[in-house]
Every structure is written in structure tokens, then in C-alpha cells.
């Protein structure tokens, strides 16, 4: 059995300048970054409590005790679990001057009180403790399947130490970021346990609206069908049924995004000062609007193309070939129709613009493109054209409905159209920011979100917001 | 009322290591930043020239004279309009040593001769002055609503200022990004003043085309058939004349993008060196030509739309079904056409490859990805690329137009198509192209860029230049 | 002649401090670091061999002799050839403590067995060598079109001299990047010439295959017409041919992504271990797996613009207006198929999502948007997201070929249509992958991939692997 392993293209042994690195513990980890240390061209030795056992160890290592071990190196790896660290503490002496490279992750989010890699600085005081590689898995490490995160995040008090590990980590061809002192390594080691935690609540939201939908629509368009008529038109459940709720349901998504905004304006007009704090449901609720905004997207692209679909379809075509063949055969055609031309070209012309800026809102929110701009112009895009972009959609869904709403038909057992529910969030955003936007009302929000506080009068106040002003945009 | 702000998920107090930070100035920037370090687990210390009126400062802090503040911290944020900075000249002695962040911005660019950071570095000659957080807004800071920019960025004279102030920013959930010596604050200043700078150009280009191209078309399609035929096609506006202005101007655009590269290898050319100043609008052209791409990209995604909603339309609709009647009323039918589906076929091709070469030009242009790829791979990506796009686009719209040009009626009032104005400028790219690909004219260019200089014949310019050459790629 | 070159908009000369800095060579990229230094307010020496030749150099800087040029400056920039280095021997004493920028690139890779940095290094013992700026070329110095990559990589062994240079890099408007010690300078040397890699493997799979199936479909759709019932069917060749051909090829290329997956879980469970080493051909496979998924997506793109503009096509509305007149003409009308409908709508519903969730992986795998993932979410969104698209658009296919398999007329010359060939690959991945998910297999592979080792029966081994445990996400 062999134990080198794949061939890192990207890494060149230099032959030159040999430094050793220790790893504590024989675990998978260990041995998986024994072997791109190796790789790299690093003397790599063990430390074991059990150092005659050396199996699956690669290649060209060496495995002695931890005493042992510590001697040639600088740099040691404690791939332990968090456990067995108060067997490090009879090494003090020893460690005192190392850089202990923690790598340790936890089971589950504040397991412990105290992060491990604190929680080992303090039972090896003398050692410059270092929170890295936690966030890299063994797998990746081995196989070099490094496609996902290439990031080593690296946080320690000590400098030189931070700096030692992170030239290891460039020896290794992956990228190193500061993030700062050992009291960050809490937030290190609970990165690699979340999943998607910021997605969870709009895609629950998504998933109940398009459920409501679904069956709403489904009792409007097949089932009323079914009982009132008796035709199956049950075809239209994959194509026209799911190009209605995602619409309405991206729609109302949408208006969930600057929703949260215009409560925060109204909250602190009520209460006349910005520093009485949210409730915790708006505070979560506007830390999550990105993903809200990115869910709504991703179903307006979806709604694009089934509406461009529409014309492939055989149940369209064979319509529209039947109205044909029934105006030739009723020889009477209908006359051209300018006001609805109009309409029907209004309404596909709003949609494509809305979606024009829904797309751009996508792109600024990408993190390379919403890093390159600077405050001013996030809010101006994000704000102004998330704005505008909820008016098109809005009017968009306005034209398709026209005067629908007037006709008894429209009504099935009572029932309004999806469409017409849609419409409810977004007036509901759209009305009051009308109202925010008018000069009086406008002037009173930048005033209190410039600091400024109602019933405070004194001189100082007044003097210091003044001075402040220019830090504002 | 309570001062305690929003929860930040993120952000774990730490128990253990109190550092102490001191803000001077109780405005809102510092009130913010003081709640946000309070939060992060910092002592906070206010720096007031009354510090009586501890009104609307963060629960947990604490208010006192400057002189009193500095002592117990090494890191004092200055959180001051630049007018009141030469209120810290008499603690200069106190202040020796301590970190002094300048966080503030000016009004307008340019505002003073010597940027703030400088200003105060000068007036406080023992401190070691950092420039950071002014890329950061109060609202961001306090509402947590840090969707935009989390960077922070650094710059100073002292590297372990530097490093402490990185060190707060990481702490606070915050990235930090060192951007040199102090030198650079102007620049920092600079930065939150931008609104968008390199789009305007771009921006305007497009706007004034598009003005002209609607009017343009609305007196070819609309006015025209209104004078001379009586009919009323104003329903056209919506789709029909924006599906013809926007890829119009999208290909002006496209090729806007590429022609100051032909002009500046064509004045290469004439002066015989590359060593000579382009005029000043070339260099501000060829410094937007990213952002050129970008809109006509955007024009073209447009024209995509409106194109493929065309089977859904009413208008269209109507036609169709209008013509198969009459085919069926007179009895004849048209024979099939095989140059003409050719034709309409390759016209389509050509507009798809077209629009997806556009398309990967667009992605390779977001942040991430242009990071990512060498300069030889970029040149390849967007100059072989670009005017690989350029071409196809070219070559769709002379396929579109095919041989209406010898037709009269396609010139109605004297006045030609669009499209037949568009292909100006894409000619006037790819004509010169084709000659500068000529090996003899690609020689001469590529031994100017690579730094020959016609007139000169010593052997030390040859020499240079061959040592140079691996230089070049 | 003059020899000021473009407006560096961003660059704000400072008066207040003048750094020197020294350039050893003349040639066109030292003209080019030299101009830009001179713009970003620096004094420049350069250092040359003939100092009384100044021709072409920037206007604002001296000429000297290499020992006299290094005099009054910490930083100097060695833009010389390789072959030029022993040059600089003599000079030894006088570079102790200087710091030596090697901005040298190679022609090819691998052309010295030691990089041109540490060759240097070696024959100027005393000076702090850093490796910087070969990634930028000379004619984006000095035209500013920084559009392409504005990242400086540094390395070397100095910390103290990486950050002069990476002060230097800041100040001309550039981003600097550690890169790590000066190991790492083969590496950085190799960057440049690089042409996209990772992305000839596929590219040639994408090429080889859009061949062979633009052959074959050929044969199938235009000669076999053409000889069987004489018709002349090329023009179908532009749009139903490349719309044949692009799903297909984009199906099995998605297919190749995940059966190196398939494949290496199957080679760990027959060797036992993962410590096994993988074929070569395998890694080199695993390891462009993401340019596979990305060229397969571009093919998805252009069959979904190749699909929906099917009903524009000429072509098609002739068809169907002469469809529509013989059910007129011969006054018979097709009944509505229901089931037809239903089969017709789920293949377009499934094709839509599978591209929208398509489309989401192409998002991730955006350099940025990935770097936000942990290697927990990397995971999910890649392999069960890349499984779930891949299952949607076989479905799709199969739904698209539904009982036609069935039918003689289907097998022209009895060649089954392309996709029934396309279906194979996306099968062999799928029919494994659904035994990979059954409990008692997935419970195996995961065991390896923790460590696990089939014959061994330690304890040791066994404590180890569960002290790890944690660390595996």
C-alpha cells in the first residue's frame, strides 16, 4: 500500500530549505495535512502517545512521542480533540515560545463556553496560540479538490505567530486572511457548522407562499374546472399553474425586501430618535432582505422562461390553430384591437424592464461586485433601483390585470386571482414610501437618522450633530 | 428609553480580556461606533469637551474630558469634524505614542489641499496616525445592515498601528484591507464621494443615443405611416421601436468599446513610438471602456427579451392568424422559401453566438473572476473574444438587413433603417482590425508596444529591448 | 518628444515626502515602473550600465551606474534578464540590506530547475529578495488599463521587505497580495504564462464531442433526407441541428462532472482505504470538474436561446400556417390530446427547472460567491444541487424521447437519434449514485472517507478515528 497521494500540480518541492512542522495527534486530519505538508516540501513529525504505531501515517514522516516531537519544530498542530488537550498541559515548559496551531471544530454551535483554541491557550499559557485551518476539511486537503473555500481564516494574539501559520498555509497553495485576535476564534469555529443559516427563513417563507398558491390556484383553475364543467384541465398544473405562482410569489417577495424599511422609518418617526432599538423579529427580518431579494429573482427568471415557453406548447398552439379555424369557419374575423395592443405591449414591456433591474440588483449583490462600490453607491443602487424595480413589477402585474377585476367571472366561488393578492404587499410598500418620499416627511427621517433626537434641546446636542454632519451620506 | 441597539448575532462579548478604546467626539459616527465596540466586548471611553452631558451615549461607557480619556488607551478613534482638530495640538505629549484613527470625510473632492489623516498627522507629530472606517457608515455600523461594504479600509505610516486598528475591525465582524502608508488617505477620502464615476460617461453615451434612435425610428415608423397612410401605429412604441433602438445601440456601443484600441494603435503607428502622450479623451475613453461593454451588454439582454416575447403578442398574434386567412380566402399558398429559412435561420445563429460570447465577456468582467485570470488570459478573454462578439453581432445585423438596402421602400422619407446607421461604426472597428491583423502592420505594433522606438538605432536601445522582451506577453 | 504619459486620475502626488526609488534596467518595463513611480510621487534612479544613454527614459528621472544608484535607495526594482543577474554579484556588499524586487518572468514554464527570485537571492546573499509585480504587464503600467488583474503578488522571506513593496504596489493604485515565502516564487513565475489551464480538457471534450454529434446528426437529419426522399433539408442545420447537438453535448458533459465522483467512491470501497492513490487520469479529471459543469452550462444556455426562439423561425411558422390550412382544406380537426399535453408541458417544466438550478451552480462557482461558502455548503450546493439538476434534465430528455424509442421510423439507418446516445453517460452516474445513497453503502464510503481502514483492527486506530470524528464535516 502506497501513501503518496494525488499529484498537486501546483506544488514544487524546494529542495533548498527544509523547516519541520509538528502535528499532534494520528487522527484523519493529521495525516491529511502531514501529506500536503510533505507534499510541499515540510519535514513533518508526529507526536503520538502512541509513536510504535504508524500505520496509515504517509509516507517520509516520522512519529515519536509529543515530548520528542516538539523539539525541532516551531510550528506544532494540535489535531486533537478538544478533550485530550489537558494532556498538553504537563508540556508547558516545553510549548512555552511555540505556535500552537488549533484546528479543531465542534458538533454543534455553542457547545462549549469558551472557544477551544482560548480554551487551549489557557491550559499551555507559555505557547502563542493560533485558530487556523478548521475551516478546511481533511477531504479537501487530500484530494486537492480545493475548489470550495482555499481560505485559511488565521486568528491569534500573537503576530509573528499568525504570520508563521500563514506562510505554511501559502507553502500549501492555499490563501491565508487575518481575522484578527484569539477572541475571534469563537466565530472561526462556528463557520464550518452553519448551513446556509441567512437562506433558512426566506426560503421557508418562499416555500409556504408557493404552497398557498399552489393549492389556491389549483382549486381556481383545475378543480373549478372539474366541478363546475367536468373538464380535466388538470395539463395545466406543470406549465400555467407554476407560471402563476411564481410570479405572484416573487412579486410578494420582492415588496418583503423594502418592507422591513419602511416599518424601521415609520418605528423611529413614532418614536422620534434612532437609538431605541428594533424588535428582534424586524432586526431579523432586515438582516436577511439579500436572500429574500435573491429568492424572489430566482423565481421571476423561472416565470421568464415559462412565459417564453408559452408559444412552444402544444396546448397553445392547438388553440390557437382551433381560433383560426373557427373564425374562417364563422367567416368573420375580429377586428384589430389598438387599445389592447397597447396594453398587452405595456405590460410585456414593464416586465422585461423590471426584470432587466432585477437582474442588475442580482449582479450588485454578487460579494466581488457590492465589495467595489462604496456606501453611497450600494444605497443608491440597492435602495433607488430596488425601488423602481418593485414600481415595474408592480405596474407590470397592474397591466395584466386591467379591468378584470370589474367582470363577476374573475371570481370563481369568490376567489380573486392570485394576482390580485400579490398586489397587496407591494402597495403596501409602495404607498408609504410615496409618503417618505414627500420633502416634509423626508427631511424628519434624514434628520433623526443623522442622530438627531426630539426632545433633546441643549446646545451641545445641536453643536455635535452639526459637527458629525460630514461623516453622513 | 434604552440605548442597547440591535442584536448582532455574530458578535460573541468576550469576558475574558477587556481592551479600552477611547472615541473622541459624541456625535453620531462615534455614538455608533461606541455602541458597535461596546457590543464587541471593548471598555469604551468618550473623549468630550463636556462631558457632563453623557445624553444619548451608549449604555456601558463611559464620558470624560480628552486629556482624561487618552490615558487609559493606546487606540483613540477621532470621531471630530476637521475643523476641530487643532483642539488635540496641546495634548500632543499625551498623545505620543497612542493610535489616532482618523475616521472622517469631507463634503466634496478636493475639498482641502492636504487630506484629513495628513492634516492631523501634522498636528499631532508624536501619534501615529491610522485612516480607517471612513468607508463605513454610522447607519451601517449601528443597524448592523452591513450588506454593502464590510471592508474597512487601512492606511498609516506605522505597520503595528495599522495592525491594532485591523485587529478592532476584525473584532467588530468587520474585513480589513491595508492599503498603504498615509499617503493613500487622500484616496480613502475620495472614496465614499464617488457615485459611481466610470458609468457616467457610458451612461450618457447611451442616453443620448437612445434619444436619438427613439426619435429617429418614431418619425420612420410611427409619423411616416401616420402622414402617408393615415394609420394609427402608436401600439409600436412599446416593443416593436424598443426592440430596434436597443440592439442598435447596443452594437454602437459594442464597438465604441473596441475602437479606441484601434485608434491608439493606429496613432502608435503613426508616431513610431509608444512612448507618446495619448490626447486626454482617448485616455478617459479607453478608461470606460469596461463600463461601455457593461451597458451595451445590458442593451443587449434587452433586445433578447423583447425579441422572444415577440410570438406572445397580441399584434403578432393578429398577423399571423390574419395572413393564414387570406392564404385560405384566396385559395394560394406560398411555396416554401429555402434561402429564405437559411437566412432567417443563420440570422438568429448568429445572434445567439453572439449574445452568449457577450455574455461570458460580461461574467469575466465581474471582480472575482477578472482577479482570477493572468493579464495573457484576460488580453485573450476580451480582446480575442471581444472582437470575436463584435464581429457575430455585425454579421447578425447584415444578415437582418440582407438585401433590403436596394429596395426603395426601405427608405422611407430619405431616411434608412437603424440598423443600416449602426453598421457604421462596427465597420469602422473591424475594417482596421483586419488590417492591423496583417502580419507586417502586427509586427510593427507589437515591436512598438514592446518599447521599440523607430528612430533610434543605438545598440544599447536593441540590447534593452531584447532583455526586456520575456517581460512582455 | 515628450515623455509624460497618460492622467492617472487616482494618483494624487504628494509633495510632503519623497521615497527614492532605484530601477536596475532601462528596458521597457523599467521605463514603464519608473513613469508610474514618478506619477505616484516618487524620486526614481535608475541603475544602468551606459548611464550616459537616457534616451526614452521618463522625463523626472536620473541615470547612473548601478553602484551609484543604489546609494540612495532601500527598494531596487531588478527589471533585467535572468542572464544578467551575475551582474549584480559584485555588487553584494552594497545590496546588504536592501531590498531586491524581481519583476522577471520565464518564456516557458519549468525553463530553470530554481525560480529567477531565488536564483537571485542566491547570488546576492545579503539582500531581502521579494518576488513582485511579474504579473503585471508593462503596457498596463503605463496605459493604466488596470482593468485585467490590479493584484500585485509578493513573496519572499522578509516580512519587513514585503511590506516596503506591498507599500509601494498600494500607492500606485494596486492591491497587494502575501503570497507567502520566497518558495513560492516559482509559482508566481509560472502564473503569467499560463493560458487557461484547466480549461483545455474540457474545451477538447466539448470540441471532440459537438463534432462527432454535429456528423452524426448530419447524416441522420440532412443526407438521409437528401438520399432517401431527395429533399434538400440543410437549412436546418443552423438552427434544429445546433439545437440538437448543444443538449446533448451539455448533458454528457454534465454527466462527466459527477462520474469521477461515482468512480472514486467506487475504487474506495473495493481498495478499502482511502489512502490508496488515485490513477493519474483520475485526478486530472477530479480536477476540472467545475470547467466541465461551466462549459456544459454555456451549451444549456444556448439551447434554451436556441429553443425559444423556435417559434420566430420562419421555418416554423410556415409549417404551422400549412398545418392549420390542410386540417381547414380537408375539414377535420385533431382532437385535444390530453395526455399529450401533460407529456409535453412536464418536459418543458422539468427542462426550465433543471436550467434554473443549472444556472444556481454556475452562480457558486463564482470565485466570490464560493469564497462565502463553507466546505459544509460547498458541498450541498455542489453535489446535492449538481445531482438534483442533473436528474432534472435526464428527466427531461427522457420525457423528450418518451415512447418513440419505440418506432422504426425513429432509427434512421438504424442510427437511434442523439439523445438516446446522450442518455447513457447520465445513466451510468445516476443507477450508482442511488446504490451509493442506500444506508448500508453510504454508511461504508462515509467510514473510509473518515479515515477508516479495512484490515486494521487496532484500537488506537479506532480511538483516533472517533477523537477526529469533529473534525469531518
Not at 438582516?287 to 423561472?302: E, P, T
Not at 397597447?342 to 450588485?364: K, P, Q
Request: charged residues 20%; proline residues 5%; positive net charge.
Amino acid at each position: 500500500m502506497t501513501f503518496d497521494s494525488v499529484a498537486m500540480t501546483t506544488l514544487v518541492p524546494s529542495e533548498c530549505k527544509q523547516e519541520t512542522v509538528c502535528i499532534f495527534g494520528t487522527g484523519d486530519f493529521g495525516r491529511s495535512l502531514g501529506l500536503r505538508l510533505l507534499q510541499a516540501g515540510y519535514r513533518v513529525i508526529f507526536g503520538s502517545r502512541d509513536p510504535g504505531n504508524t500505520a496509515l501515517l504517509p509516507e517520509g514522516s516520522r512519529v515519536t512521542s509529543h515530548a520528542e516531537a516538539i523539539k525541532s519544530a516551531r510550528v506544532i498542530f494540535v489535531a486533537l480533540h478538544r478533550d485530550h488537550y489537558p494532556t498538553l498541559t504537563p508540556l508547558t515548559p516545553a510549548l512555552a515560545g511555540k505556535v500552537l496551531v488549533d484546528v479543531s471544530n465542534n458538533l454543534k454551535r455553542g457547545e462549549y463556553p469558551q472557544s477551544n483554541a482560548e480554551h487551549l491557550s489557557r491550559l499551555v499559557p507559555g505557547a502563542a496560540v493560533v485558530k487556523a485551518f478548521n475551516t478546511i476539511s481533511a477531504w479537501a486537503l487530500q484530494s486537492g479538490a480545493l475548489d470550495a473555500s482555499r481560505q485559511v481564516l488565521v486568528c491569534g494574539d500573537s503576530a509573528e505567530a499568525k504570520q508563521a501559520v500563514m506562510d505554511i498555509a501559502h507553502s500549501l497553495g492555499l490563501m491565508a486572511q487575518d481575522r484578527g485576535s484569539l477572541r475571534s476564534a469563537g466565530e472561526l469555529e462556528d463557520l464550518p457548522l452553519q448551513l446556509l443559516p441567512l437562506w433558512r427563513l426566506p426560503l421557508r417563507i418562499a416555500a409556504a407562499l408557493l404552497a398557498f398558491f399552489f393549492i389556491y390556484e389549483l382549486v381556481r383553475d383545475v378543480v373549478f374546472a372539474q366541478v363546475t364543467e367536468g373538464k380535466d384541465k388538470s395539463f395545466r398544473i406543470m406549465i400555467s399553474l407554476a407560471n402563476k405562482i411564481f410570479p405572484v410569489v416573487s412579486l410578494i417577495m420582492l415588496a418583503l425586501c423594502y418592507l422591513p424599511g419602511i416599518m424601521a422609518a415609520a418605528l423611529q418617526l413614532h418614536n422620534g430618535t434612532k437609538y431605541k432599538r428594533f424588535p428582534d423579529w424586524l432586526d431579523r427580518w432586515m438582516l436577511c432582505r439579500k436572500q429574500l431579494g435573491l429568492v424572489a429573482l430566482a423565481l421571476a427568471f423561472l416565470h421568464v422562461l415559462y412565459t417564453l415557453v408559452i408559444p412552444i406548447r402544444y396546448f397553445v398552439r392547438y388553440k390557437i390553430a382551433a381560433i383560426t379555424i373557427s373564425q374562417i369557419r364563422e367567416n368573420k374575423t375580429k377586428p384589430f384591437d389598438s387599445t389592447l395592443a397597447w396594453r398587452a405591449d405595456s405590460y410585456y414591456s414593464l416586465g422585461i424592464l423590471g426584470f432587466g433591474l432585477y437582474v442588475l440588483l442580482g449582479i450588485t449583490s454578487l460579494p466581488s461586485v457590492s465589495n467595489s462600490l462604496n456606501w453611497r453607491e450600494f444605497r443608491f443602487v440597492q435602495s433607488k433601483l430596488g425601488h423602481m424595480t418593485l414600481l415595474l413589477c408592480t405596474a407590470h402585474t397592474f397591466l395584466f390585470g386591467w379591468d378584470k377585476f370589474l367582470y363577476a367571472a374573475t371570481y370563481k366561488w369568490w376567489m380573486p386571482p392570485g394576482y390580485m393578492l400579490a398586489l397587496v404587499v407591494p402597495c403596501v410598500v409602495l404607498v408609504p414610501k410615496l409618503i417618505l418620499m414627500t420633502p416634509c416627511v423626508d427631511r424628519a427621517v434624514t434628520r433623526i437618522r443623522q442622530g438627531w433626537d426630539r426632545p433633546t434641546g441643549s446646545g451641545t446636542q445641536k453643536k455635535s450633530r452639526k459637527s458629525q454632519q460630514p461623516l453622513m451620506l
